[in-house]
């Protein structure tokens, strides 16, 4: 029983990270209106559907790394118990911040909750060294990292654009409008008729007018570059975040001896992209609008910053947060263009403090309560 409770657990947790994880491979896409919410949220589910299969491949060397072997003895890795608190304790943890529209790392809300089962279990045997470097140090890296490197990126491309020649265009809507008149008519009846109007100039807001791209590329728009350029790097980091989560939550699955790996890792795959379809959009929103405002330069600069920092990180084994660099991209560019909300940003920062802390409890709590079943 206790291990059909793990394998619901797995997929609640899958739905959970995607709730929270997926758009932010494509916020700037949604944020510079490259592209609609839909078309966005559903170019981020293929390719992180895309990514998380591909793990089938990858298992071995990647299911290693999260197990939890490091943090807590060996020996309460392998309990049902401690698998099932662990996968609660995160789940619970990301569905929460989804709702209220924070971007945190599922990672971090793994290792609080294997901290929170140690703690419970063994006490003082918790290796708390081990968490130091796997929490703290991406906390305080990653974001650095990504506002520098973004705003460097962003001066290079711009710098560029300017030496091309290319230069930035702002839609003006110009027409005629028809007008539904009055005329009288013999016998005391009136009869509608529509005739056009004088030609108008329509003013909006800022924020609702779009800038793009004059000039051609390569014998191409460049607007049509940078949007296939744009949409490109948005797919390969969410197709390399279903990649590196996947086998985090697919490591809770090895103990069902009765399910083919494989077909865990569809499980996982399916519900992950089902969280992102049905319950991102408060993230989106908050990665995408309420950070800074952006254009298409921007936008493509920081997830172009994204993909570079988790690509380099991967590559050398160095422990960088996906969320803490997207957000610390998108925040980098804002304080470079001065439109940075530090409001939200400082609220931001506050979630993925409390993530550890939060996670540590709920699973804890869940692991003292099984333990005596």
Not at 6 to 22: I, P
Not at 325 to 352: C, D, E, H, K, Y
Request: glycine share 10%.
């Amino acid at each position: 029983m206790l291990l059909i409770f793990l394998f619901l657990a797995a997929c609640f947790l899958a739905y959970s990270n995607g709730a929270n994880d997926n758009f932010k491979g494509v916020a700037s896409l949604y944020g510079c209106r490259a592209a609609s919410y839909r078309t966005a949220i559903t170019w981020a589910t293929i390719t992180t559907f895309a990514g998380s299969i591909t793990s089938i491949f990858l298992a071995q060397a990647l299911l290693k790394k999260f197990s939890g072997k490091g943090l807590v003895p060996d020996t309460l890795v392998g309990s049902e118990q401690f698998l099932l608190a662990v996968a609660l304790g995160a789940a619970v943890t990301v569905i929460l911040a989804t709702a209220l529209g924070f971007p945190i790392s599922t990672t971090h809300g793994i290792t609080g909750a294997i901290v929170g089962c140690g703690l419970v279990a063994v006490g003082k045997g918790v290796n708390f060294a081990a968490l130091g470097k796997g929490f703290v140090l991406p906390l305080l890296l990653s974001p650095i990292l990504a506002i520098v490197l973004g705003s460097l990126l962003y001066f290079i491309f711009r710098s560029l654009r300017i030496l091309c020649g290319v230069r930035k265009e702002w839609c003006v809507c110009v027409g005629s409008e028809d007008r539904v008149i009055a005329l009288p008519q013999p016998a005391s009846i009136l009869s509608l008729r529509s005739v056009a109007g004088p030609v108008t100039l329509s003013i909006d807001e800022q924020e609702n007018c779009r800038e793009r791209y004059a000039g051609s590329m390569l014998g191409l728009s460049a607007q049509q570059v940078m949007d296939g350029a744009h949409f490109l790097s948005a797919g390969v980091v969410s197709f390399a975040r279903g990649l590196n989560d996947t086998p985090k939550i697919v490591a809770m699955l090895l103990l069902l001896k009765w399910l083919d790996i494989r077909w865990g890792f569809f499980a996982v795959a399916a519900t992950m992209a089902l969280g992102g379809l049905l319950n991102a959009r408060k993230v989106a929103e908050t990665m995408s609008h309420k950070i800074t405002a952006m254009n298409h330069g921007q936008g493509f600069s920081a997830n172009l910053t994204t993909g570079i920092l988790v690509i380099l990180a991967s590559f050398f084994g160095l422990p960088v947060s996906t969320t803490h660099v997207s957000v610390g991209a998108l925040f980098g560019m804002g304080l470079t263009t001065g439109q940075a909300n530090p409001r939200v940003m400082f609220n931001i920062l506050l979630s993925w403090i409390v993530t550890l802390p939060c996670a540590a409890l709920i699973a804890g709590a869940a692991y003292a309560a099984l333990r005596h079943l």
